[in-house]
């Protein structure tokens, strides 16, 4: 199902979680780590960051720490789709596990910064509505797409009480 | 007639239940164990298993350090600290080493990894593991709190490049240089979502300690995982730490493994490394930035702080002086690595040349501990990352380098060739 979202926030290659979280603020409250967020590369993301928009990235982007922070930040600030050339391995699970589609779209590059996105995940299309192109996505398999739809694994969890079968992650 | 299966899919296979595994397909496996520390542990865990109204799965298969917070500092990270040791506690976890040095040190220090586990650690450093024949990666607090609940995950089976070290080590060259080699030529997307297998001739020669830090940072390789198959040298270090081998001849990659890429690498041709900010792919042989001025020197991490890498600093320091306007701070990866460079005169060396010793924990190394930079200060290290702002301050540089190079570049006080300094009397 097509669904979507806003604005896209474009960025380059290896946006690490170091940019995303950085150490200094680890030990805080949430909301005071999400407004140091991605501010070593554009220090106004996170004031001028809405409710469902979307960040693109280049090659890796959130490659670094397991810290889910990284996911959660940008998840605090409304982030609700990402975008990228590939994903640090670790960082795509978290996303995923906090209920965030995070699609692999070698494409991504035609992105313009402010473009209105959509996107479906099942299909694994990437909908530039500014432009009017479509961009093939990784679709999400089975399972890690039920999660991601469910709001990520707790809520899954809580839904199904067992882990995500990779039997069902393969349908 | 069937390709042989690597390391990475033999693990993988033996923990999914099944004959074999193919690069690509998603499988649920049984964890062996799973670690976990302060900052991503039990204190992003317990508000989950609360929620979810589980209990952990199997308290003897979990392992918590405390080493980001350590030793407090203030309030919050003493009320971690204090939430860590209360949630052990409370949940039957024994095997808790509370301030004994970073977790991907204490973990095989005390016996707890053998050839073939399949192990889940809460830190991106995870990888480390690999070193001793496991298949080890790691996870997001959320999928700690899933296996936790579950003693399972899921796992896209990773296809596995071949590094193929051969040739001698020269004086002054060490595994990091390898590492951060490796990083400039692959890139840090060079071996995503792959396992990176290291083998040839000159890894049976390397100690512990420096095959942990090739598998270590098969993270900035992209890599879900690095590792290195069992042979003696694995089997005596585990023997020497109360653990226990096993059959480690089992678990080596079939002779006709599919392996998606083998690259060389000559360790008789390798100078010494060093990454400029902010990335290890930034690497370049030491001549490229030598002179550059330096504000401090920091020795520590997983991945420059173990024994031996403390071993290579005192070579380098031992009676030389730190640099005027340059500190050298020595974090040593573990307590008994604390200890034994007590023991055999190591930490002398160091202090005697002006080091200045830290606790035994991560440390400045991702901004958590004491030691951290000032916007405009530079800093040459031996730890595995250098984005920007990680080890301070936004505007700080971090250029990385085997504790050789740092130990030189702290007597000159700009980054320095170890090479002529080692092999010759101050």
């Not at chain 1, 299309?125 to 991601?148: F, H």
């Not at chain 2, 949940?91 to 399949?118: A, K, S, T, W």
């Not at chain 2, 001793?132 to 899921?154: I, K, Q, R």
């Amino acid at each position: 199902m097509m669904q979507s979202y806003g604005r896209a926030w474009v960025f380059g290659d290896d946006i690490d979680t170091d940019v995303l979280a950085p150490g200094l603020y680890m030990k805080g409250p949430l909301e005071e780590l999400a407004a140091h967020c991605l501010e070593a590369v554009d220090p106004e993301f996170a004031a001028y960051v809405r409710e469902g928009d979307v960040v693109v990235g280049g090659e890796n982007f959130g490659i670094g720490s397991s810290r889910e922070q990284a996911v959660q930040a940008l998840q605090y600030l409304g982030v609700r789709l990402l975008v990228a050339k590939s994903f640090g391995g670790i960082f795509f699970r978290n996303a995923l596990n906090f209920g965030i589609a995070a699609l692999t779209c070698p494409d991504a590059g035609r992105i313009r910064p402010g473009d209105i996105i959509a996107a479906d995940a099942a299909a694994g299309i990437v909908r530039n509505c500014s432009r009017n192109e479509d961009y093939a996505a990784e679709a999400l398999p089975g399972r890690l797409l039920a999660m991601v739809q469910a709001g990520g694994l707790v809520p899954y969890l809580e839904k199904s009480g067992s882990a995500i079968s990779g039997k069902d992650a393969e349908t | 007639m069937t390709m042989g299966a690597t390391l990475a899919e033999k693990i993988i296979a033996r923990a999914s239940g099944r004959q074999q595994v193919a690069p690509g397909e998603i499988v649920t496996c049984t964890v062996d164990l799973a670690m976990m520390h302060d900052s991503g542990g039990p204190r992003r865990i317990e508000p989950l298993l609360e929620r979810l109204g589980a209990r952990v799965w199997d308290p003897d298969k979990v392992v918590v350090i405390s080493d980001h917070y350590v030793p407090a500092v203030d309030a919050q990270s003493a009320a971690i600290l204090d939430l860590t040791r209360r949630w052990v506690a409370e949940n039957g976890i024994r095997h808790f080493y509370d301030m004994q040095g970073i977790c991907h040190v204490v973990l095989p220090e005390r016996g707890h990894l053998r050839p073939g586990m399949f192990v889940v650690g809460g830190d991106s450093h995870s990888p480390t593991g690999g070193a001793f024949g496991c298949f080890m990666f790691g996870v997001g607090a959320t999928d700690m709190a899933g296996v936790l609940v579950s003693g399972e995950t899921w796992i896209r089976v990773p296809a596995t490049i071949c590094i193929r070290v051969d040739g001698t080590f020269a004086p002054g060259v060490s595994a990091k240089d390898v590492v951060l080699h490796l990083c400039a030529r692959l890139g840090m997307g060079g071996a995503r979502y792959q396992a990176v297998e290291y083998t040839g001739s000159a890894i049976g020669t390397l100690p512990m300690a420096e095959r942990m830090t090739l598998a270590n940072m098969a993270a900035e390789l992209g890599a879900q995982t690095g590792l290195i198959a069992a042979d003696e040298v694995t089997a005596d270090y585990i023997r020497a730490s109360g653990g226990d081998p096993g059959d480690f001849t089992h678990w080596q990659g079939d002779a006709d493994a599919g392996y998606r890429q083998v690259h060389d690498v000559n360790a008789s041709a390798l100078a010494p490394q060093v990454a400029a900010p902010h990335s290890p792919a930034n690497a370049a042989p030491v001549n490229e930035y030598e002179g550059l001025r330096v504000d401090q020197a920091y020795i520590g991490a997983c991945t420059g702080a173990k024994l031996e890498d403390l071993h290579m600093a005192a070579a380098v320091l031992r009676g030389r002086r730190v640099a005027e306007n340059t500190r050298l701070l020595v974090a040593p990866a573990s307590r008994l690595i604390a200890a034994a460079a007590a023991a055999d005169g190591t930490l002398a060396a160091l202090l005697e040349a002006g080091a200045v010793l830290m606790p035994s924990g991560c440390g400045a190394c991702a901004g958590y501990g004491a030691g951290v930079l000032a916007d405009g200060e530079v800093c040459i290290s031996s730890t595995a990352r250098n984005f920007k702002g990680r080890m301070g301050g936004r505007g700080s540089r971090v250029y990385l380098a085997s504790p050789y190079t740092v130990a030189a570049s702290a007597v000159a006080g700009a980054v320095a060739d170890p090479r002529p300094l080692l092999g010759e009397s101050a």
